[in-house]
């Protein structure tokens, strides 16, 4: 394979439901990428800790180290899966010199590589609220950024966790907003895909994707090796699911559509989204949207109860609040 310049990390992000593990899945069928398929979350809560300038000389620095990793939703999600990675092992072979070559070791261990010259970076919706600080810590960073129309956004959140709508508009709106300057900010590092163009013109945006990877695109990118849902339509669909968009066309009344659309029409528009609806911008009041955030908290953990039992749940759950990050189905 050719050498090439920019080796990762590269991060996909994004609102959840949005596309990222869709996107994560088609770039894993590259035969130089390698992202694994279990989500971080991990950097900022470990960076908090350690610095953003990771100095690990001594040994029981890197055992600390070590132990923190080993409390993380990564570690025990990949160790539920079957992968291991033992204090032993990441202290004789783990390179500490920095952030980027001690997550280079974590994240290709449970990725299986092809050859040295790949691809690596990580899948983690949440951290779109990091990505300046992620720069910082990863100076040779690139970030994917997969945006969905806010509409099936809401709609899919609330299908799938019961979120509140109104609220999930609202967060859309936030993050959407803050992530418009990336592109300049970041001076090439950024890339905005939107997941409708994924859906129905896939070869092309994959290609732009590819290009901005520094890799070439390869046709084997155009289907999946299994699923990358298991909720929503697309469960179980192993190819692109082209139309899979304007799902909440008869789905979500009117009367929340219309205030769905008035939180989020300038941003909307700036992406090429059409409200259906003549609104006026308005935003979630902080009581109106406190009450909705502390609904939504005891609703996605009822769903980790529900996906993973009472102990194990609840656990996930407050390790994910702990992370402080509002990643994937966190609340």
Excluded at 122 to 145: C, E, M, Q, W
Excluded at 213 to 238: N, V, W, Y
């Amino acid at each position: 394979m050719e050498t090439r310049s920019h080796n990762g990390p590269l991060f996909i992000v994004g609102m959840p439901r949005s596309g990222t593990k869709l996107l994560r899945d088609l770039l894993n069928r590259h035969s130089g990428v390698c992202i694994p398929d279990v989500e971080s979350h991990f950097i900022p809560y470990l960076a908090n800790e350690f610095g953003d300038r990771l100095r690990l000389d001594d040994i029981q620095d890197r055992r600390r180290f070590i132990d923190r990793f080993m409390n993380t939703t990564f570690y025990i999600n990949n160790k539920r899966k079957g992968r291991e990675l033992t204090t032993a092992y990441f202290l004789e072979h783990g390179d500490f010199s920095t952030w980027t070559t001690v997550l280079r070791f974590i994240l290709l261990h449970y990725c299986a590589p092809s050859g040295d010259d790949v691809l690596w970076g990580d899948k983690t919706p949440g951290y779109l609220n990091h990505v300046p600080r992620l720069k910082k810590i990863f100076p040779s960073a690139r970030f994917i950024h997969i945006i969905r129309d806010p509409r099936d956004y809401c709609l899919s959140v609330h299908r799938i966790w019961h979120k509140n709508i109104y609220r999930a508009a609202q967060r859309w709106r936030d993050f959407i907003f803050a992530s418009r300057g990336y592109a300049t900010l970041l001076e090439g590092a950024y890339h905005e895909v939107r997941y409708e163009d994924l859906l129905d013109r896939p070869e092309e945006t994959l290609k732009a994707v590819s290009a901005f990877c520094g890799i070439d695109f390869q046709p084997e990118m155009m289907s999946l090796r299994k699923s990358a849902e298991r909720h929503g339509d697309a469960r179980g669909m192993t190819s692109i699911m082209k139309g899979n968009t304007n799902k909440f066309a008869g789905a979500i009344p009117e009367r929340q559509l219309r205030k769905i659309e008035s939180i989020c029409t300038g941003v909307m528009e700036q992406l090429g989204y059409a409200c259906i609806h003549p609104v006026r911008p308005r935003e979630l009041g902080k009581l109106e949207n406190a009450m909705y955030k502390l609904a939504d908290a005891g609703n996605v953990a009822l769903f980790h109860v529900r996906e993973k039992g009472l102990a194990r749940g609840l656990s996930y759950f407050l390790k994910q609040q702990h992370n402080n990050l509002p990643a994937g189905d966190a609340a």
